[in-house]
């Protein structure tokens, strides 16, 4: 199992030092595409639940129901999941439409960073919120 | 894109058997079928929903950093064009995680054969359909509409 997820044997160093597009670590991109589909099939469905429950309610309401332990650490799931997948998504569609190398790998980090920054605020809210 | 080009002279036959010749599928004069519109709407749906992350992300920072800022999100995103905004999300929410179970069940081998994706489709279809009306039929009855 481990081999099949690790990428690297077949690869000549070139192809390994830029680590872009198919068949590069393609598996474990894969796996972790649907890994996180699933992760997110059941949170979203929660995710939409609860803003469709909330979204009338009073700021002071909303507040206390992140609070709740159970809420914060579903959020943070949700957040982590989703994000990932986006992320892992969002490269794909990147890969197979931006045709120049240099904007390509611009983007990636452009789009990677982007997500990172804004999953990890995303994370520090909820937990100012509920800590 | 050019088609491929072949030899220049030649009858005029000859031109009309290279005109009428099958071209390969590319976007532009490619006949939707629906395989094709059930994948590219995943696509779209996918990056609309990477898109509506930022949303999350506004939200949540909105309501860590007080009464006000969470004012200004619940204001934008009550009003009536936040909620069409908010509505297109829902459908490409449900698409996107109709389409994405039926990506996991065709990933183990099922449902491949014409007959399979066409039932698939459609189920995906409808699916996101119900799933969408169902929510906002239970937003509305919750306000009190
Ligand atoms: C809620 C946040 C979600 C976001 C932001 C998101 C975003 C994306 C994006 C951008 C892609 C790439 C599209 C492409 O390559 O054509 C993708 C692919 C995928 N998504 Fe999602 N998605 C979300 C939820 C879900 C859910 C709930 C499921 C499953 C039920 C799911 C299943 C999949 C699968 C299986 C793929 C891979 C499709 C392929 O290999 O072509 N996603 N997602
Ligand atoms: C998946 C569909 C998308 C396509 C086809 C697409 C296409 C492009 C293209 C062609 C460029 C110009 C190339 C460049 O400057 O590097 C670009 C730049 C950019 N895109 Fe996208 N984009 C997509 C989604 C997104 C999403 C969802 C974001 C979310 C933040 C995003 C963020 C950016 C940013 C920040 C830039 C400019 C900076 C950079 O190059 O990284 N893109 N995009």
Redesign the interface.
């Known amino acids: 199992m481990t081999m099949k997820w690790t990428s690297g044997g077949m690869k000549s160093p070139l192809s390994r030092a830029r680590g872009l597009g198919s068949a590069k670590s393609g598996s474990h991109h894969w796996m972790m595409q649907?890994v996180t589909?699933?992760s997110?099939?059941v949170l979203?469905?929660w995710f939409?639940w609860s803003v469709?429950?909330l979204?009338?309610a009073d700021?002071a309401i909303?507040?206390d129901w992140?609070a709740a332990p159970v809420n914060a650490i579903l959020?943070i799931l949700f957040?982590i999941s989703?994000?990932y997948h986006?992320v892992l998504?969002?490269q794909v569609?990147t890969e197979d439409y931006v045709h120049c190398e240099g904007l390509k790998v611009i983007k990636l980090m452009g789009q990677k960073l982007l997500?990172t920054g804004?999953g990890v605020?995303?994370v520090?809210?909820?937990l100012?919120?509920a800590l | 894109m050019s088609a491929p080009s072949g030899s220049t002279s030649g009858s005029s036959a000859a031109d009309k058997a290279k005109r009428e010749r099958p071209l390969s599928p590319h976007l532009q004069i490619y006949k939707p079928q629906i395989t094709s519109v059930t994948s590219i709407l995943h696509r779209a749906t996918g990056v609309a929903l990477a898109l509506g992350l930022f949303v999350l992300g506004w939200g949540l920072i909105a309501l860590a950093s007080g009464e006000g800022s969470y004012a200004v999100f619940k204001d934008f995103w009550g009003s009536i064009f936040g909620m069409i905004l908010l509505f297109g999300w829902s459908f490409a929410f449900f698409y996107h995680f109709c389409c994405g179970l039926r990506h996991l069940v065709m990933d183990t081998g099922r449902m491949m054969d014409i007959k399979g994706m066409y039932k698939a489709a459609y189920i995906t279809y409808a699916g996101a359909l119900v799933l969408t009306m169902g929510t906002w039929i239970v937003y509305f009855a919750c306000s009190g509409y």
């Open positions: 649907r589909a699933v997110n099939a979203g469905l939409v469709l429950t979204a009338n700021y909303v507040r992140l959020m957040v989703s994000y986006a998504g969002l569609v997500y804004l605020a995303c520090f809210a909820v100012k919120v």
